[in-house]
């Protein structure tokens, strides 16, 4: 899937070139061609003199990518956010959460789980996902990790397994995106699986798969023989 980019820099939508403004986009493509910060754009509609609407999008995704569960009350604190913004934000996101829980979606290859983080292949920076899966490999949660460049240094087990921990998951699958498109594993990036899979096979959390993922492709160690 081709993700559509817009300009940044415009205190409101209206500013945007007319083939650049999230409404448009949505109207022409559908909701799907638009990245995670265009549709939070949309949602807030638009900013203030000090703080353009899509940086201020930006600082919500950044807090998401952490918190997929943030309320209300923790998304007032970013500036350019008040109290009736927050509250539509947050309701739109508990929809979103009760829509995903009706739908039970079940892992059952690595497709699948590329269907799942494709829209992070938009970040600037490489965002280490854990999709969190039940006994029957149903989806039960996503979290981003950590952000940057995975190496063992900065990637610790106790990131990719403390939320896994507390939901009570039966197996995760791991994925990561290239923002330079090519998705050849790096050798930082095989060894980090390695370490990550000991440390699942000690807690009994299986991890199925880790998935190196651009915008329009994935690399999967399972498929090439690495898991």
């Known amino acids: ?15 945007a070139r007319p083939e650049d403004r999230p409404r448009e ?3 022409r493509l559908g909701a799907e061609a638009l990245t995670d910060e265009e549709l939070l754009m949309l949602i807030i509609g638009s900013g203030y003199q000090q ?10 995704l950044s807090k998401l990518d952490r918190n ?11 500036p350019g956010l008040g109290k009736a913004k927050a509250s539509a934000i947050d309701a739109a996101l508990e929809l ?3 829509r995903v829980r009706q739908r039970g979606r079940t892992i059952v290859s690595p497709k ?7 829209h992070y292949a938009s970040r600037a920076q490489e965002h280490l996902v854990v999709v969190h899966l039940n006994g029957a490999h149903e989806v039960i949660g ?18 990719v397994f403390s939320e896994a921990i507390h939901k009570r998951a039966a197996a995760i699958a791991i994925a990561h995106n290239h923002p330079s498109g090519n998705v050849e594993p790096s050798e930082d990036d095989k060894d980090v699986t390695v370490r990550i899979v000991k440390c699942g096979d000690i807690l009994g959390i299986k991890v199925i798969d880790h998935i190196v993922f651009s915008e329009d492709k994935y690399y999967s160690f399972l498929e090439h023989g690495l898991m």
């Open 96 to 98: 979103g959460r009760r």
């Open 51 to 60: 703080r353009a609407v899509d940086e201020i999008a930006r600082d919500l």
């Open 112 to 118: 699948d789980i590329y269907r799942e983080v494709q």
């Open 68 to 78: 997929p569960e943030m309320r209300a009350e923790e998304i007032m604190q970013i």
């Open 25 to 27: 986009k949505i109207e």
């Open 1 to 15: 899937m081709k993700v559509y980019h817009i300009e940044t820099g415009y205190s409101t939508l209206r500013e």
């Open 142 to 159: 996503t979290l981003v990790a950590t952000i940057g460049l995975l190496n063992r240094t900065i990637v610790h087990p106790r990131e």
